[in-house]
């Protein structure tokens, strides 16, 4: 079953608010016109509309292309007031006359970029990444057609290499954040946003495969096996409860309780730190030198929680299982030890 989802997140964590389940044309009874049906981009819309009515705190909404060439989400999306960033096709064009570039990637091509010494229009960034680690990206404001910094709609276009702009490591962006300017109008609806703020905000979006990847595999997202549609519903939300739990858990001081229970926990050697998933396709695999994984890691906050909660319920049930009287005193010294979160050497040989 395919579904819809909403996902919050910033550079330091990131976690599900909302889901829906899509259910294709062909399976109405009207096909395309059935006045039940709804897109996936008409739910992305009401799940952003549900976020608002609940008072959810975020700086933009960011969605790729499926969603961002969709002039009714860019509408919907601005008649909630609401923020966003999105991605467009390359291909991208507005009416314009024959011998003029439209197309965002032929703007691009004619911004005057020679090379790093002889930029033209294009701006240099550095991408600061999760692990600290950076990478020099470009950008370009483009100003054709509807798109401009004094209109409603900014079009940017960044990049790791303006001469062949390579599709792993292009963005064709567009918001509805104001530019920056020397004197704001009255009128602006939102903060304005600068180009690194503008690609900062768009990397985030690549949360929202990471984290469904983890649902997907870790978590059982898919195992609703034939249910109601009430059901699976409740099989969602009952993933999402233990995704966030998990995060929650691995900040919590009882997550690890002893310094020994940590190391336990934690990989004996550093490993190499590999760019987060909002750098995924840059190029920049690991970074200069050596260093830990960051704090907020899901295999460890996985383990964390799997430390202690799966002893807890397979020991208890292993025990009642074989007899009806209570644990021994080693039994229940242990399950005592597990219950408030205490973690036992799961993944260790020792």
């Excluded at 970029?113 to 033209?120: E, I």
């Excluded at 920056?180 to 946003?193: D, N, R, S, V, W």
């Excluded at 519903?233 to 310094?259: E, I």
Aim: aromatic content about 10%; some cysteine.
């Amino acid at each position: 079953m395919v579904s819809v989802s909403s996902l919050w997140a910033d550079e330091g964590v990131y976690y599900p608010i909302d889901v829906e389940p899509y259910t294709p044309a062909v399976y109405e009874t009207s096909g395309k016109n059935d006045p039940q049906l709804r897109t996936k981009r008409k739910i992305a819309v009401q799940l952003v509309e549900r976020a608002v009515q609940e008072a959810i705190p975020f700086r933009a909404v960011v969605a790729d292309s499926f969603y961002g060439e969709d002039r009714a989400v860019r509408q919907g999306l601005r008649r909630l007031s609401v923020p966003y960033v999105l991605a467009l096709k390359p291909s991208h064009a507005c009416w314009h006359p024959e011998e003029v570039a439209g197309t965002l990637q032929e703007v691009a091509h004619e911004a005057g970029w020679q090379r790093a010494q002889q930029p033209g229009k294009w701006g240099r960034i550095t991408r600061t990444f999760r692990d600290g680690s950076t990478q020099e990206w470009w950008v370009l404001e483009i100003v054709a057609g509807p798109y401009g910094p004094d209109k409603m709609e900014r079009a940017i276009v960044a990049t790791t290499d303006p001469q062949t702009l390579p599709d792993l490591t292009t963005w064709d962006l567009v918001t509805n954040l104001p530019a920056p300017t020397e004197c704001p109008g009255p009128e602006a609806l939102f903060p304005p946003a600068s180009l690194e703020e503008v690609i900062r905000l768009y990397g985030l979006r690549m949360w929202v495969a990471q984290s469904y990847k983890q649902v997907k595999h870790a978590l059982g997202w898919s195992q609703y096996q034939v249910r109601s549609d009430k059901a699976i519903r409740r099989h969602w939300q009952l993933v999402c409860c233990a995704f966030s739990f998990c995060w929650y858990h691995a900040s919590h001081p009882t997550a690890f309780p002893t310094q020994e229970a940590k190391a336990l926990l934690e990989p004996e050697a550093p490993l190499p730190i590999s760019v987060p998933a909002d750098a995924a396709g840059t190029g920049k695999k690991i970074r200069e030198g050596k260093g830990t994984r960051p704090q907020a890691s899901w295999p460890v906050a996985l383990r964390a929680v799997r430390g202690w909660l799966e002893p807890w319920i397979m020991l208890r049930r292993y025990w009642h299982g074989w007899s009806q009287l209570p644990p021994p005193p080693a039994l229940q010294f242990l399950l005592g030890w597990l219950e408030p979160g205490h973690a036992i050497a799961l993944y260790s040989s020792a």
